[in-house]
């Protein structure tokens, strides 16, 4: 389980995160939702050690991982990137590798990590061929190639940020079949996205981020059965002023 | 340390056409100069040959390195600003442009201290690259020369004579063990200060902007002073004999490098900021 609890972030004295608490678990798709500045990505990017906070606590399995705590670990990373893969909302690699130079950096350095056989499939699965450029990769292919990039490496979370962001309808539908496939298996996987049409019938639970809280945080299964309304119902009341 | 030197791998790598690019500029410039010189020697020689009344005097490489100075020292500077400018670059690259790479760099499953120590050592290897390939040029240089002004005129001339005609090279090749140290320690030590200052500034804003800005200052301040103390000759008016002062300063050095590193890797543990 990942425990995120009282996250505390100022950024040019505006506070963004004012104590934000939430669970996630295996075996579960967690959604975070809010408002475009609602801090989402910027909690996903805590979770990885990625933004240093003012003030909170990110269990990772029972262990610290925060970096005003546990920064001076000198295995950290490690037990962080064991734990944890994070697709960001862009493609963090040199624009001038060629895909499969992409996927040897990955074998090179995440050993023991990196699923290179996960990887080939998904590679013939998104249709993506090994020789082509890292920038010459349209939008959609490129957000295709960033998820091969953290799908493929066997950690029991997965942390996607806005992966459906600016993408056409058919690249959307085939990153939305990744959701229901073996690749996600028993594994829990964290989603920011304003697409919720895509994957809301697959979320299994619902954080609400408002004003630097969590405004909301639901199991949607409970909610359609206990009030008969969407998440999609829940966010208008949530959100709509 | 084999995940290290893979990482100092895929940053030399990441160089690798700049670094040939400015190798190949330097050769280009040095050999087609001294062929150019010595082409105009031989030919100024062989009229002055034609001519009884007048007796061509004897040369050797060396002049041609003393009366182009600008000439052959133009590619070495253009190296040390491409460098200067690359020890920024080398950072901020990661976080700008089409793919920010930082992601990558800071979630790769190793300590982050190897990230700021495979750069490092990508820098000095290109400085070792570029210093190793001036001493083969002078060698070439002095072959090429030979090979052009007819024997009869020539005076031999050692590669310690070479480097100490001209300043650029006297800085570049210190020919004592002592000055390759100090120079290449306070090298090496600005370099980790602009390092350092870069990891701060990119902490979270604007808090990182001020720390880096203090920082640098900071440091601008001890390590130009330590040299201006040097110049002016403080250790008279401190009471010390000079080698004891310069010990001191060099000590002050050290101490400014260390506390770099050791900031620099706290700032990439704990406050750098995607």
Known sequence: MIEVRDLRLRYFRKPVLKGVSFTMEKGQITCLAGLNGAGKSTVLKAIMGLVPLDGGSIRIDGTETALHLAGNRRDLNRFRVQHVSYIPDRLAMPPSMKLWEALRFMDDFYPGIWNGGKAKEMMTFFGLGERERIANLSKGNAAKFNLVLGLALDTPYVLMDEPFSGIDLFSREAIAEVFSNSWLEDRGVLITTHEIQEVEHLIDKMVMLKDGVVAMAFDSEEMRLAENKSIIDVMREVYRP | ?274
């Open chain 2, 1 to 274: 340390m084999k995940a290290l030197l893979k990482l100092i791998h895929f940053e030399i790598h990441r160089f690798r056409y700049i670094l040939f690019g400015l190798m190949g500029l330097t050769a280009l410039v040095q050999i087609g100069a001294t062929v150019l010189i010595a082409i105009g020697d031989r030919m100024e020689r062989l009229a002055e040959y034609a001519n009884p009344e007048v007796v061509p005097g004897p040369v050797s490489v060396l002049e041609p390195l003393a009366n182009n100075r600008g000439l052959y020292g133009f590619p070495v500077l253009i190296c040390i600003v491409t460098l200067l400018l690359y020890v920024f670059l080398i950072w901020y690259r990661e976080w700008f442009g089409k793919s920010t790479l930082i992601y990558r760099l800071l979630m790769l499953p190793m300590p982050r201290r190897n990230v700021y120590l495979a750069k490092l050592a990508a820098l000095l290897v290109f400085i070792g690259s570029l210093l190793a390939l001036q001493l083969v040029l002078l060698l070439v240089i002095r072959a090429v020369f030979n090979a052009i002004v007819p024997d009869e005129y020539l005076v031999a001339a050692s590669l310690a004579d070479m480097i100490n005609t001209n300043e650029v090279f006297q800085i570049l090749l210190p020919l004592s063990l002592e000055f390759f140290v100090l120079f290449y320690g306070m090298g090496i030590t600005c370099v980790l200060v602009l390092f350092t200052a870069v990891l701060l500034e990119r902490g979270r804003r604007p808090r990182g902007t001020f720390l880096a800005a203090a920082y640098a200052a900071g440091m601008t301040v001890l390590l130009v002073g330590t040299i201006v103390a040097r110049a002016a000759s403080l250790h008279e008016w401190l009471h010390l004999y000079a080698y004891e002062f310069t010990w001191i300063l060099a000590g002050i050095w050290v101490i400014a490098a260390a506390f770099a590193v050791w900031l620099g890797f706290r700032a990439l543990n704990r406050t750098v900021s995607v």
